[in-house]
């Protein structure tokens, strides 16, 4: 495929002090400027138990470019450069996928990770990081904190408080960590609960969850060289309200297992090796009872999804080359049913439809990447190559009367894919002050479960039961980031990264006649089937600027803008019936669900000796005009947003945190926010809220 | 070191006692009336299996009542058909002693009278 374009993936050359900018591991792009801490590097955690955020997706957000798709009051969805779902691998520790169960992804793989124990979050953009699996668009993986060796016995305690007003929401959050110097054991319990909350002009969301969870880590080293890891993290939500899907979740149970060994320097030839074994098992219950529709028919679903994998890598010197070689192989299981309690008909029948029938997914990664200094250059490049292999029981589709209205059997719905991905990157150094860096990537996604095997269900953006296709092929993104960055003491940091993509074979939905398939669910226009639509283009920038110590105030300020076209399309016309009576091609169609362009600032500074600490921060979005003719995608207007937070550090012990979010109480929402079902009502954000975070490290 | 303490106490005491489950428990009355012979009912129990049952009914003063006790979102059900034209029927379901729905039917013997719902969630 044509690998178009440049990027410049701003690169700090050594780091001076400046721990605000990670060191750019070559051609991963990633974006450390979380917008409210200067010292992002050590403080990541510190960010956001500052926050008000409760939740990954919503902590991602405040990064330029990362957005989230919201449909409830918590697990939003992250979207990276207007890639969203699976166009984007989210993985924990550096390895460990989680397939949620709900085929709406009201439980994103993000929403499985026990915030508290997360100690930070990395985004690589683009389709860079490929040694984290196959990626289409950006790479979010989550570090959970690891258990350290102490140097005599000894145990740390961190107990957290977090109080919201106006969300009537609070979270309380405790960790244990002791050890010895050749073992140690981390454990931490934390609940949340949170009530409705208002948008700026009164109105009541239904945003009402519970989460609760256990995480338990026991790290053994050996030698200074060697460590095995062992975790077992447990979360559990209830009641989790999705005012914009046609379900909520009533429950959701997940449970993940990894084992990990990191071997350094273990021979003159090896640096280091890793090996990664993990198991997550989730089991997602959700349901329409608080639903008026319930009143005819009560359907509750119940998915289970496992996930398995192992991963290992090999980073070894030949010359002056660093390489890494490295293989994985996961496997996903789903099987679902919703079951229909037919509650208005006599003996009470209860139909039982199959989401997922035993649905499985193989993929085999061999990646190896290879990276070498020269002079001013830095050279670097990844190889990767994928078998994916997919398969599902018989997919059937009977209407009450038992009559066939869907069938696909189960040797039909095999399909395998080798897929080759590839990076180059390369970096210049002009002077100690400015580097200039070029990325081109060819990342290769594989359908998901959903776009092969999903059961006429509405999972998309638009009204329509959607139905999986095991024939389609996978997307393929080739793009191009170039990126400037420029550091000087009396400036502060300055980066611009310009971005293109290219992609094939993106998947959309093609309307099928009624003829061809009649929906299953209610009040939906119809039935849509995944299929490989048109070329589809991106395209976009972000600036970002970090005073350093130069200001008298730490400021940072970032500029971030997507664009994302699809060459062609179709647009249906409908008559009052909802019947299609006309269907017309659009060229260069902006695709939906792709964020507008926005401005974000932040202030601090710390007083009294650096015990007070004072932040003022601002987001100002512009209107999104750019919206999807065939999607009859509505435009959003535009917002300004203020948040302040003043926290005081007693000592090494206690600290408090105080903070308001969207200050002048604006009436907003999101882009990305999907309306309210059953209605053509935004999802508003929340109005104005204050928060606390009382924190005891022990 | 004493209100370090406090505090961990505090923090431990909120997330054990989120963890224990929270009596919500709902009672569910059904009650059906004003038939004056025979009729055939089908309801859900508190076990939410389905029970079938022929209820002899002298007259229109004749109560059958069933309770029991259930959670939010549970799923609660009554349906039932005469076969005297001459009948009536009326079935309410109340939730802690509040009527949550009802309906009746009088000389109607070609329809099943169903009243359901779930158990509204707080």
Known sequence: MVLMLLLIAMYVKGQKNIDTVMRLNQVEIVDSSVIRIPQLKNMEKVDMENSSVSDVGEALRSLPNVHGIRKGGTNIDPVVRGYKFDQINVVLNGGIKIEGGCPNRMDPTSSHVNFYDIRNIRVIKGPFGLTYGPVLGGVVNMQTIKPQPFLQPDIKIYARKKMLWNREGNSNFISFEGGIPKASLYTSIYQSSYGDYFSGNGERMNTTFEKKGFTGALGFF???????????????????????????ERSDDSKVWS????????????????????????????DNKNRPFSDTVVAISQIDAITKGVKSTLAFDINTFDFLVGAEHTSIFKDGTRKKHMILQPQLPIKNEKIWNGA????????????KQMDRFMFSGIARYDYNQAFSEDILVKNPNDVSLFFKEADSTESSFHNISGTFGVDYFLNDDISINLSLGRGVRSPNMLERFIILLPVGFDDYDYLGNPDILPENNNEADISLSYI????????????????????????????????LSKDVLGVKRFYNADEAYFKGFEFYYNSLDVLPFNTRLAVAYTDGTIKQNEQYQYNDQNEVIERTIIEDDPLPEIPPMEFKANISDRFLNKKLSVAIDFRYVLAQ?????????????????????????????????????????????????????????????????????????L | MRIHILFIAVILSFVVFSCQKENNAKLVKYVTTEAISMYDLAYLNGSSQLIEQKVEAQSAQDKWVYSFEAEPGDIVYVSAKYYDIESALKIQILIDGKVYKEKSSRNDTTQYLTVSGVIPYE
Do not use: W
């Open chain 1, 259 to 286: 084992f990990s060994y990191q071997g350094k320097n273990i021979n003159a030839f090896v640096k280091n090796f890793d090996l990664l074994i993990y198991y997550a098992d989730v089991t997602h219950i959700m």
């Open chain 1, 360 to 371: 499985e997914i193989y993929n085999l990664g061999l990646f190896a990447k290879i990276a």
């Open chain 1, 488 to 519: 000087k003491q009396n400036i502060g940091l300055l980066s611009i990264t310009g971005f293109y993509s290219y992609v094939t074979d993106y998947i959309l939905g093609e309307i099928l006649t009624p003829t061809q398939q009649k929906p």
């Open chain 1, 222 to 248: 050996p030698s200074p060289n060697h460590r095995l890891d062992f975790l077992m993290m447990r979360s559990l939500s209830e009641n989790v309200d999705f005012p914009a899907l046609p379900m909520d």
């Open chain 1, 625 to 697: 005009k750019r919206t999807s003719l065939c999607f009859y995608e509505k435009e959003t207007p535009g917002f300004f947003i203020t948040g302040m937070n003043a926290g005081y550090f007693f000592d090494d012990v206690f600290s408090i945190n105080f903070g308001v979010e969207n200050l002048f109480d604006e009436l907003y929402y999101e882009h990305l926010n999907r309306r309210i079902i059953g209605s053509n009502k935004p999802f508003y954000e929340p109005g104005r809220y204050f928060y606390s975070n009382f924190i005891l490290r």
